[in-house]
């Protein structure tokens, strides 16, 4: 992998392979750019058919920075070390696809950066247009935080814990994201004026209705595949949705 510097000087890490029109990736909570994208074949999917693709490990994860300090998250530092990574690599215009976390920062960084071509959006329903995704922030940095997993109860906190723990993520940096003032802050508040993409597990509860979240975007394609929130990313009909989007866009 390749790192640099962003805005504030956390190292990220990242990588930027193949050539064509250019594709940004960003992974979800507790999971990295190889978990969420190489793994599933997402990568792969995108350089064979023609995209040059850039994919980073969010701060707090993978072999990015992990700072324990939740000032170092707050407000929309992941959308700025986004744009950062841009800039980073002189992108010109991008494709800008999100899962979980991810889409919620994709949300924050599309309608303010002119570079955008399209966004999709995996993982996230109109939850996250209807409250800020740190609601449960509390619940799960507690979960994250537990010296023995065995005395949570809270099922969304657990279920975060086991994902954390099965991922070998450092739990102090990712309860430190959760902890964050004003993470990402309300996301969707700003309107989307790019073609958009909503897909989502058919058995995906976790952030409310996917046809919620596409009715709110003018012209949204909405698709959805089989899994759940963790599963939905393995499953070829996740890489084969995006790729056949993506082939729907007009040319620069």
Not at 8 to 36: E, K, M, R, T
Not at 140 to 156: G, V
Request: aromatic fraction near 4%; hydrophobic fraction near 45%.
């Amino acid at each position: 992998m390749q790192h640099f510097c962003s805005f504030d000087d956390i190292d990220i890490a990242y990588i930027d392979v193949g050539s064509g029109p250019a594709v940004l990736l960003l992974h979800g909570f507790a999971a990295d750019h190889h978990a969420n994208w190489v793994q599933p074949g997402v990568v792969d999917a995108l350089v064979d058919a023609g995209h040059r693709v850039i994919a980073a490990d969010a701060r707090g994860h993978g072999a990015s920075e992990k700072p324990t300090d939740p000032a170092r998250y707050a407000d929309n530092a992941m959308v700025d070390d986004a744009r950062a990574l841009l800039d980073h690599r002189s992108v010109a215009d991008v494709h800008v696809v999100g899962y979980s976390m991810g889409a919620m920062v994709a949300l924050r960084l599309v309608p303010c950066e002119a570079r955008s071509r399209s966004l999709v959006l995996g993982g996230i329903g109109d939850g996250v247009a209807r409250h800020p995704p740190a609601r449960n922030g509390s619940r799960i940095a507690a979960a994250l935080l537990a010296e023995d997993p065995s005395t949570i109860t809270d099922p969304l906190g657990r279920d975060f814990r086991r994902f954390a723990d099965r991922t070998g993520a450092d739990r102090r940096a990712l309860a430190a994201i959760q902890q964050a003032p004003r993470l990402l802050r309300a996301a969707a508040t700003e309107p989307i004026q790019v073609p958009t993409l909503v897909v989502k597990g058919e058995r995906d509860p976790l952030v409310g209705s996917a046809q919620g979240l596409a009715d709110r975007i003018p012209g949204a394609q909405l698709r959805i595949i089989p899994g759940n929130h963790i599963t939905a990313v393995n499953d070829p009909a996740f890489r084969g949705t995006i790729v056949e989007f993506l082939r729907q866009q007009p040319a620069a």
